[in-house]
C-alpha cells in the first residue's frame, strides 16, 4: 500500500526507539498495530460493499433486460396469434361458396385492357406535342425560308420525290402509334 521496505521500517524503528524511549515503545507499537488493523478491516468492508453495489446493479440491470425481453416475446406471440387469427379468417373466406374467383381474373382482364388504351393515348398525345414543339423550334431557328428545306414546304409547288417521303414518314410515324 505505501510500498515500505524493510530498511524504512528499521529506520522508523530505531527513530521511534529514541523519540519515545524504551518504556513506552511496546505500548506504541502495540497501538499502532491496532489502528493499522482497523484501518485495513474498514477500508475492506468499504471496498467490499462498493463491489456488492456494483453487483447488484448489474443484477438489477440484467433483470430489466431479462423483463424486457420477455415483454417482446409476448408481443411477438401476440402479433403471431393476430397473423393466424387473420389468415384463417381469409382462408374461410377464399373457401366460402360466395367467393368467385373468376370473377376477379375478368375484372383483371377488363382493366389491363384499359390500362393499354390510356397508355396508347397517352403515348400519342405525347408524340403529336413533341411533333408540335419540334415545329415550332425549326421555325424560330430556320424562320424566314432560310432554310431550302423548310422554304420547299412553305413554297406551293412541291417535288413528286418529297411528297412520297412525307407521306411514308406520316405513315411510319401512325404505325408506330399503334
Known sequence: MFNIGSFEVLLI????????????????IKTTGLWIG??????YKVKAEIERELNADEIRR??????VLADIEEA????????????????????????DPGASKAT??????????KAEKSITEELEEAKEQIEDVAQ????GGKNPKLAANSEPEQDEDSSEKKSADSEKVENDIS
Open 13 to 28: 524503528c530505531i527513530i521511534a526507539l529514541v523519540v519515545l524511549g524504551p518504556e513506552r515503545l511496546p505500548g506504541a
Open 38 to 43: 482497523r484501518f485495513r478491516r474498514s477500508f
Open 108 to 117: 383483371e382482364k377488363a382493366s389491363d385492357e384499359t390500362k393499354d388504351e
Open 140 to 143: 424560330s431557328i430556320y424562320g
Open 76 to 99: 411477438k406471440s401476440e402479433v403471431q396469434g393476430l397473423a393466424k387469427d387473420t389468415e384463417d379468417s381469409m382462408n374461410k373466406i377464399v373457401n366460402s361458396q360466395d367467393f
Open 62 to 67: 440484467q433483470l430489466h433486460n431479462e423483463s
